[in-house]
Nanobody, 123 residues
Framework: QAQLVESGGGLVQAGASLRLSCAAS????????MGWFRQAPGKQRELVAA???????KAADSVKGRFTISRDNAKNTVYLQMNSLKPEDTAVYYC?????????????????WGQGTQVTVSS
């Protein structure tokens, strides 16, 4: 049974940094494309960043230059480094895994989801 567990969320002030982690188990992590999504209150879940099994990445325009996705296959973990946080980044952040090597960009591309971690950025 695949399981994804996010950590690293919290309450920070605008301009601060956070690093989210997602530990995967029950799947062959190195073969999976991984993604980070977020959902703010009253809004649809949206892609933040994605990474292929080979390390190719894609980020949403709203976070380019501020957020970086990376993975450590030895630790079965994917990270989201978030710098220069803004109040509009406030959301629940979800980790997702897809049973294909290439990165996915839509919710339906992903097969497994974590429970989410709250990120709140105060102004």
């Amino acid at each position: 049974q695949a399981q994804l567990v996010e950590s690293g969320g919290g309450l920070v002030q605008a301009g601060a940094s956070l690093r989210l982690s997602c530990a995967a188990s029950g799947l062959t992590f190195s073969r999976y494309g991984m993604g980070w999504f977020r959902q703010a209150p009253g809004k649809q879940r949206e892609l933040v960043a994605a990474i292929s099994s080979g390390g190719s990445t894609k980020a949403a325009d709203s976070v380019k230059g501020r957020f970086t996705i990376s993975r450590d296959n030895a630790k079965n973990t994917v990270y989201l480094q978030m710098n220069s946080l803004k109040p509009e980044d406030t959301a629940v952040y979800y980790c997702a895994a897809r049973a294909m090597s290439w990165l996915g960009v839509t919710i339906s591309d992903y097969d497994y989801w974590g429970q989410g971690t709250q990120v709140t950025v105060s102004s």
